[in-house]
């Protein structure tokens, strides 16, 4: 499955940016998607999951906390593509924001920051916030 991101690039704070996802295929392997950012000189930390396809549990949505209420994370499932509309956004949100995709189990680790649960990882979208 290739993960190719958009949509990156510098705001200032307080505003807005929404980052999209395009998979090449959709397979059972890959229906818990969401991101990962990287800021410099930290670890990866993973902030948003949906739960794909059908059956138990689809949609099920997680965020973490450093992010919760601020940034929405949705899908196009016709065009296989995810989203992350990221509002109010803070200095400390500039980073490298990377569009990941792994099995159900991911949707439902512990901690999303997990990334032995990711499959497939897109090449990332930078994004930077400005004062």
């Known amino acids: 499955v290739r993960l190719v991101e958009s949509g990156g690039g510098s705001v200032q704070a307080g505003g807005s940016r929404r980052l999209s996802c395009t998979a090449s295929?959709?397979?059972?392997?890959?229906?818990?998607r969401g991101w990962f950012r990287q800021a410099p000189g930290k670890e990866r930390e993973g902030i948003a999951a949906i739960l794909t396809g059908y059956g138990i549990g689809a949609g099920q949505i997680r965020y973490d906390d450093s992010v919760k209420g601020r940034f929405t994370i949705s899908q196009d499932s016709a065009k296989n593509t995810l989203y992350l509309q990221m509002d109010a956004l803070k200095p400390e949100d500039t980073a490298m924001y990377i569009c990941?995709?792994?099995?159900?189990?991911?949707?439902?680790?512990?901690?999303?920051?997990?990334?032995?649960?990711?499959?497939?990882w897109g090449q990332g979208t930078p994004v930077t916030v400005s004062s």
């Open positions: 295929e959709y397979t059972d392997d890959s229906k818990c």
């Open positions: 990941a995709a792994g099995p159900r189990r991911w949707c439902r680790a512990a901690s999303l920051s997990t990334p032995n649960f990711v499959n497939y």
